[in-house]
């Protein structure tokens, strides 16, 4: 017999199996490096320190909820994967990820370039002074007023992403006087192995052009034939948080495949291949991530193989690094609220944050680490849910952890990897302010976006 779905969505006895949860670890207080960014330690006190800043010293200056990002691992990372494509490829940060004005400042710094989604994003990098020439422009949307912007300023390339879009920038382009280079962004029928929402290359869904029944074919038959684009190669991009490079070695088949005939049909030969992005990070110690080197090299290989078999000059190669460069770096930082232990089930552990400034927990069912971070502990583990302050049941920060059973309100602590998303994605929901963005960096901690105050959420209640 057929189970009818509750129209709040799963059942909650579907989604809560028994043993669902992992055994705890050996040492609740070890810092797993995987997780955490790479100047986390602890203290001889047991107090974790970033930066050479103790979390203890964070809460007092800057409060808490408060999501704190170590600049040099953020500038390491950037740099590894610079380094890893070398002066062949370009390295394309997705400012989605994460975005503020000293973030496009250290990109900048760094030799990244930048591809954004919206004219806000623009507008940020834009104001911080990335060179408009390095920015990227996605999306499946795009409104006039944006695309005119980008061309104004200048955009290295516009993504289009449907064939209403082809017409719409080569319309805007024409009247502005200018030729606009343009990438065509396609659906290549790959099931990336990865939520349902953060996939992308399947033909279901929202974003590109699908490959299959020749609709990607006659996208650039109609963007070769307008004077005011100049089409420099094909956009591809598979899903998030991808540990398998299997669906990227498919991918890049199809997409050779397309190039081979554009090739034969046109006599042109595409320079350029943007695989796209959504390499995955270490939430938890379970997740096993690869280096920047490895996905380097295993692209490049993939792709030369292709071409070659193909008998095609190897086109410059793209990617979109933003969850692997951010997301590791950032840690959020909550004080404990409340502690109501539930016999036979777990101890309900509540934050002085949650869904507005973390969604990714009830969006996606991501999972995450948490550990105390004002002290250590010898007290045996309990097992926890972290969950936030909203009104809303499903608001649930990390779903099953262990934590030591001798927490107590006003203890701190902290949820790693979240540099990705997760200020990208808050709300003011039950008019909760959102958190501020704290760099630190040798011993120093900035803020670098301030903290939201009841003042702002009133200016634009006009009344």
């Known amino acids: 017999m057929s189970r009818s779905a509750h129209p709040a969505g799963p059942r909650h006895a579907d989604v809560l199996p028994e043993g669902h949860y992992s055994a705890p670890p050996a040492d609740l207080n070890t810092l797993d490096p995987k997780v955490w960014a790479q100047t986390v330690t602890r203290n001889e006190d047991g107090v974790l320190t970033v930066g050479g800043i103790t979390a203890t010293q964070l809460a007092e200056e800057h409060g808490t909820p408060a999501y704190i990002l170590d600049e040099a691992d953020f500038r390491e990372r950037a740099r590894a994967w610079r380094t890893a494509f070398g002066a062949d490829a370009d390295v394309f940060y997705a400012g989605k990820a994460f975005l503020s004005r000293a973030v496009v400042r250290w990109l900048h710094e760094e030799g990244l370039n930048l591809d954004v989604c919206s004219g806000g994003e623009l507008a940020t990098a834009l104001s911080a002074g990335m060179p408009a020439d390095r920015i990227a422009f996605h999306g499946n949307n795009k409104s006039k007023d944006e695309i005119r912007r980008a061309i104004e300023a200048g955009v290295g390339r516009i993504v289009l992403d449907s064939f209403q879009e082809i017409v719409r920038v080569a319309h805007i382009a024409g009247e502005l006087g200018k030729r606009q280079r343009v990438q065509i962004r396609i659906t290549v029928g790959v099931e990336a192995h990865t939520h349902e929402f953060i996939a992308t290359a399947h033909e279901d869904q929202k974003f590109g052009i699908p490959l299959a029944g020749g609709q990607a074919a006659e996208a650039v038959r109609r963007a070769l034939q307008l004077d005011s684009l100049d ?233």
């Open 231 to 463: 089409l420099i190669g094909i956009h591809s991009h598979i899903g998030s948080q991808i540990f398998d490079m299997s669906g990227f070695e498919v991918a890049a088949h199809r997409v050779v495949g397309l190039l081979k005939d554009i090739r034969d049909e046109h006599g042109v030969e595409l320079p350029e291949i943007d695989l796209g992005g959504g390499l995955g990070i270490a939430y938890t110690s379970d997740d096993d991530p690869r280096e920047p080197h490895e996905i380097a090299k295993a692209l490049t290989e993939i792709v030369t193989r292709e071409c070659e078999a193909a008998k095609l000059r190897t086109p410059r190669i793209s990617v979109e690094p933003g969850r692997a460069i951010v997301g590791p770096t950032a840690f959020t930082l909550y004080e404990v609220g409340t502690i109501k232990p539930l016999d036979g089930l777990r101890t309900y552990v509540s934050v002085d944050g949650g869904m507005s400034d973390n969604i990714r927990t009830a969006l996606y069912d991501a999972e995450y680490s948490v550990a105390l971070v004002s002290r250590t502990s010898d007290a045996e583990p309990m097992l926890a849910r972290v969950v936030g302050k909203h009104c809303e049941s499903g608001d649930i920060v990390v779903k099953d952890a262990f934590l030591p059973a001798d927490l107590a309100p006003g203890d701190l602590i902290a949820v790693p990897a979240t540099g990705a998303y997760c200020r990208s994605m808050a709300s003011n929901y039950n008019h909760v302010l959102r958190p501020p963005v704290v760099a630190v960096r040798e011993g120093e901690s900035r803020v670098i976006v301030r903290r939201e105050t009841e003042e702002d959420l009133l200016r634009l209640d006009v009344g």
